[in-house]
């Protein structure tokens, strides 16, 4: 069945062979507050093409799943209210009764295979929820990174989580973690988050070769490319973990769960950093968009 729809650039470039980077559309909706979600789509896009490859943000709309979304869709996007927030559980309900949706880390993983975009770039991924013990909350990000096989460019996972948990469901379930330019699994936020990633590269052909031999050897799923954000951007660990303590202790008292988690403690950081959390996600955003159009050169180039 036909329900992909592709912008002009992405079909050219996917049909010539060029490089094509996956983006999100949970971070424009639920990430991020206006306008800064729409001006930092739209630097994500530029800056994507600006290191010569073509940006497609994923969203559905009208009972479709488009490949690239216009200006005015974007906008629209960036505004709407009650669009959903879609994962690999209700995508397909969402394509079939019409209704707007966003796509996260995990549905946006399953459209770029579905338009063969081997690349997706985004902020951070989901993970294992504090508490998961008692409560369950694994992000359906873990187990579509085990089945769907997409390289997936993130600034770690959100130091919200509990990252020794995430690490360790990723290992269990043979999903590559690859620190980029250093040994620490990235915190987001953090360029450290006290953990050894399991495996390092230092540049884009090393990830590009390590995903074609993943799938030489029939492996499926897809790989974690954990970017720290850049030094000037960053906000020490001493710094944001209170902070995040602050914000997980007032979703607790206020009975947030599942879904809302995440966009909920993301507001929070937000106004008790008085802003600078956001900065921090718009830098490692971008930071994510240029590995993402370097890897996605190097698979182009059979690197
Ligand atoms: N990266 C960001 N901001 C975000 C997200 C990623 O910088 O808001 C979104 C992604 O869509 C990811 C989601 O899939 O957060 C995780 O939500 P949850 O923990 O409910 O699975």
């Known amino acids: 069945m036909d329900v992909l729809t592709f912008a002009p650039d992405v079909a050219r470039a996917l049909k010539d062979g060029a490089p094509v980077v996956a983006l999100e559309s949970t971070i424009i909706t639920h990430g991020m507050p206006f306008p800064q979600n729409v001006e930092t789509a739209r630097a994500v896009e530029a800056e994507v093409r600006a290191q010569g490859a073509v940006p497609a943000t994923m969203a559905v709309m ?12 974007l906008d629209a996007l960036g505004q709407a209210k009650d ?9 397909a309900a969402c394509i079939a009764s019409g209704r707007t949706g966003a796509t996260t880390v995990a ?71 690859i620190a980029y330019g250093q040994d620490q699994f990235p915190a987001f936020w953090s360029r450290e988050s006290g953990l050894k990633a399991p495996l ?17 050897l029939g492996l499926p799923g897809g790989q974690l490319v954990a970017n720290p954000i850049p030094v000037e951007a960053e906000i020490s660990r ?10 997980l202790a007032e979703a607790a008292a206020q009975g947030i769960a599942a879904k809302a ?36 050169g190097a698979m182009a180039r059979g690197a």
């Open 200 to 216: 390092r590269m230092d540049s884009a052909d090393q990830i590009a070769a390590a995903a074609r031999m993943r799938a030489a």
């Open 107 to 177: 549905a946006t993983m399953i459209c770029a295979r579905l338009a063969g975009i081997p690349v997706f770039a985004t902020g951070g991924i989901g993970g294992v929820h504090r508490g998961a013990e008692t409560s369950f909350d694994i992000s359906a990000d873990l187990p579509e990174l085990a089945q769907t096989a997409v390289t997936v460019v993130a600034a770690g996972a959100k130091a919200i989580l509990d990252l020794p948990k995430t690490l360790e469901w990723l290992e269990t379930a043979g999903v590559p973690v």
């Open 238 to 247: 001493a710094e944001i973990m209170p902070v995040v303590e602050a914000a």
């Open 83 to 91: 669009v959903a927030k879609i994962s690999r559980a209700d995508i």
């Open 62 to 73: 009208g009972g479709r799943i488009h490949v690239g979304l216009t200006e005015g869709e």
């Open 261 to 296: 988690v995440t966009p909920f403690l993301l507001q929070r950081i937000f106004e008790l950093t008085e802003g600078r959390s956001l900065e921090a996600n718009i830098a490692l955003v971008m930071n994510n968009a240029r590995l993402g159009a370097a890897i996605a």
